[in-house]
């Protein structure tokens, strides 16, 4: 299993302004990965943290808006930028719990609204 | 890239009924199939999951059925309980690659 710690929790943000989201995990991990939960919605994958080189970022989603960090095999971090109210979701950063296992461990999620 | 689909996107069943819950995908290399139960305001927990190796899963009142020439895979939940209340995402991914691809959920309502 793994213990993952997300912080901020919640957040109310301005449109324009940016929010970096910390993601701490108890165990050295090879890949980080950080999905987007809009209200109702399903999860969506926004791209994997791999330390030491950049991240993989999916289809519709950009480092530009989305910067990540991955300093070490325990820490990620996500920025969202020049937001807007459409990034209104919350945003989960998850590790797997094993190798091969395949099995997804979640953060508690960071809530964040923008006005 | 994958493609995963879920129906249907709300339940209700009486407690004490069963309820199913289905999905497919689109890419015949993916292998692992996973659901996740996601409490309101939790984060999403995985409930039971099943390699393309093996047709059926069972873990109490929970079970998972694969076919993989149809590319489908189905949750069993038995003798509903109201704690059962909560939305199912099935999910898919191929072997080698730890990213998933998740349904679009289906919000389960159990009625005492």
């Known amino acids: 299993s793994a213990v993952i710690s997300q912080k901020p929790s919640r957040d109310i943000c301005q449109r324009g302004t940016s929010l970096t989201i910390q993601c701490q995990v108890d165990?050295?991990?090879?890949?980080m990965f950080w999905y987007r939960q809009q209200p109702g919605q399903s999860l969506t994958l926004i791209a994997t943290a791999n330390q030491g080189s950049e991240a993989t970022y999916e289809s519709g989603f950009v480092i530009d808006k989305f910067p990540i960090s991955r300093p070490n095999l325990t820490f990620s971090t996500l920025t969202v930028s020049n937001m807007s109210p459409e990034d209104s979701s919350i945003y989960l950063c998850?590790?797997?719990?094993?190798?091969?296992?395949?099995?997804?461990?979640f953060g508690e999620g960071s809530r964040l609204t923008v006005l | 890239g994958e493609n995963v689909e879920q129906h249907p996107s709300t339940l209700s069943v009486q407690e004490g009924d069963s309820a199913v819950i289905k999905c497919t995908y689109s890419d015949s290399a993916s292998n692992y199939f996973p659901w996740y139960k996601q409490e309101l305001g939790k984060r999403p927990q995985l409930i039971i999951d099943?390699?393309?190796?093996?047709g059926e899963k069972k873990d109490q009142r929970i079970a998972v059925t694969l076919n993989k020439t149809a590319k489908h895979f189905s949750l069993h939940i038995t003798e509903t309980q109201p704690e059962d209340s909560a939305v199912y995402f099935c999910?898919?991914?191929?072997?080698?690659?730890?990213?998933?691809?998740f349904g679009t959920g289906t919000r389960l309502t159990i009625i005492p």
């Open positions: 998850s590790v797997v719990g094993g190798v091969g296992t395949g099995e997804l461990f």
């Open positions: 165990s050295q991990v090879t890949m």
């Open positions: 999910a898919a991914s191929a072997s080698g690659n730890e990213k998933l691809t």
């Open positions: 099943i390699r393309s190796n093996v």
